[in-house]
């Protein structure tokens, strides 16, 4: 069965550039949710998106930024990168009427700064 | 907000023997999701057991299952006949149901985790 997809798996960027992590939901997910774990911490929610509309936000920092595409898949953008945004980058998909649809995330994208 | 709070950094068991992990949590609503989630050294976030706060029956999944206690809001996982493959961190998480489209599902607080050792 197709899971979500996450791209890159692996990032290197050095202070103040600028990341773009991708997100493909599992086929016919219409909702996708981001989260931040850094180094030896649980995973912070950041933004969820549903049907292309932002429908959540958490502790997402300004200098980030998402969108949810015509084909449902997600972009998490990041500027003026920072040493504590160094972390494994979770993208989660589920349908709508999700209370009976299982949450499935993807395998993560390590960012790492330097 | 809601909160939840995993008591035990770190828990060990033996091979084949029973182990339980502690979650607690605080919320005042009173329709919610609780999740036991396992990260495996690769890092994949996997769910293990899910309860729905309406349902007074405790969530069985093969040798997982839960002890539900909703008014002491307490929520721990039991895992019996413990595998070598069960070693991981595991997350207790809480999300509120409702939300567009049901969105506020998939919007997880995580408690702080337990690292599961499994000796031979």
């Known amino acids: 069965a197709a899971g979500v997809i996450q791209s890159p798996r692996h990032l290197i960027k050095e202070k103040r550039e600028t990341a773009t992590l991708k997100c493909y939901p599992i086929p016919r997910h219409d909702t996708v949710y981001w989260y931040q774990q850094g180094p030896g911490q649980d995973p912070q929610f950041l933004i969820s998106?549903?049907?292309?509309?932002?429908?959540d936000k958490g502790s997402i920092p300004d200098r980030f930024s998402a969108q949810q595409f015509s084909d449902y898949h997600s972009e998490l953008n990041m500027s003026s990168l920072e040493l504590g945004d160094s972390a494994l980058y979770f993208c989660?998909?589920?349908?709508?009427?999700?209370?009976?649809?299982?949450?499935?995330f993807g395998n993560g994208t390590r960012l790492t700064v330097t | 907000a809601q909160t939840v709070t995993q008591s035990q950094p770190e828990m060990s068991v033996q091979e084949a023997e029973t182990v339980t992990l502690s979650c607690t949590y605080d919320t005042s609503e009173s329709d919610y999701y609780l999740f036991w989630y396992k990260q495996p050294p690769s890092r994949q976030m996997i769910l293990v057991i899910r309860q729905e706060a309406y349902k007074q029956q405790n969530a069985t999944e093969n040798r997982f299952s839960v002890n539900f206690q909703k008014a002491a809001k307490s929520f721990s996982l039991k895992i019996s006949d413990s595998q070598l493959g069960d070693a991981a961190m595991y997350f207790c998480?809480?999300?509120?149901?409702?939300?567009?489209?049901?969105?506020?599902?998939?919007?997880?607080?995580f408690g702080q985790g337990t690292i599961l050792t499994v000796h031979p």
């Open positions: 989660a998909s589920s349908q709508w009427g999700g209370d009976n649809s299982p949450l499935h």
């Open positions: 998480a809480y999300s509120s149901s409702g939300g567009a489209g049901g969105t506020s599902y998939g919007k997880l607080t």
């Open positions: 998106f549903y049907e292309k509309m932002q429908s």
